[in-house]
T-cell receptor, first 112, second 111 residues
């Protein structure tokens, strides 16, 4: 089954404790992105990747890091999480920037 | 600047027709997407328009006017399961894979 898998689905952590949210897709897509979704603001792009070892900043990259060492995986790293990073995070992948994106099930992160 | 506007909330009756509007101002344009998102779930693709006109897909249709920076999603024969948020997103040609999303329209369908 074609899918984008994120882990964990839910995470509560403390300020400053490094964490990684994993994202994996099995469709051989070149394009992958991370978004955060906050009430009233919609989905905002954090980082995106056009292929292995090619990444770039989206609209809200501060406080986040990503890597793309393999085509299927695109982890999101929060080196020192802060409460304003409490949000619902989605990973997405697509064949091309103008084709439909497939989204993972989301990770609800709470930073206390 | 970049801006996508859509109504925050709408209500409609089961079996009726509803139109959700979206206006956009972006630096570039490579197409407009509509996604459906049920509460607590991932967005799922509904439609893509890159040329002016109407695209029909079953009960859902999407319209685009590039000169007016305007799109709408038309839902016919509404069902209770259509209660969800509908997200308008523009693919900005200024950057690879840059999708700019509106805040979404929460649609409530009642009997």
């Amino acid at each position: 089954e074609a899918q984008v898998t994120q882990n964990p689905r839910y995470l509560i952590t403390v300020t400053g404790k490094k964490l990684t949210v994993t994202c994996s897709q099995n469709m051989n897509h070149e394009y992958m992105s991370w978004y955060r979704q906050d009430p009233g603001l919609g989905l905002r792009q954090i980082y995106y990747s056009m292929n292995v070892e090619v990444t770039d900043k989206g609209d809200v990259p501060e406080g986040y890091k990503v890597s793309r060492k393999e085509k299927r995986n695109f982890p999101l790293i929060l080196e020192s999480p802060s409460p304003n990073q409490t949000s619902l995070y989605f990973c997405a992948s697509s064949w091309d920037r103008v084709l439909e994106a497939f989204f993972g099930q989301g990770t609800r992160l709470t930073v206390v | 600047g970049q801006n996508i506007d859509q109504p925050t909330e709408m209500t409609a009756t089961e079996g009726a027709i509803v139109q959700i509007n979206c206006t956009y101002q972006t630096s570039g344009f490579n197409g407009l997407f509509w996604y459906q998102q049920h509460a607590g779930e991932a967005p799922t693709f509904l439609s893509y328009n890159v040329l002016d006109g109407l695209e029909e897909k079953g009960r859902f249709s999407s319209f685009l006017s590039r000169s007016k920076g305007y799109s709408y999603l038309l839902l016919k024969e509404l069902q209770m399961k259509d209660s969800a948020s509908y997200l308008c997103a523009v693919s900005d040609s200024g950057g690879y894979n840059k999708l700019i999303f509106g805040a979404g329209t929460r649609l409530a369908v009642h009997p």
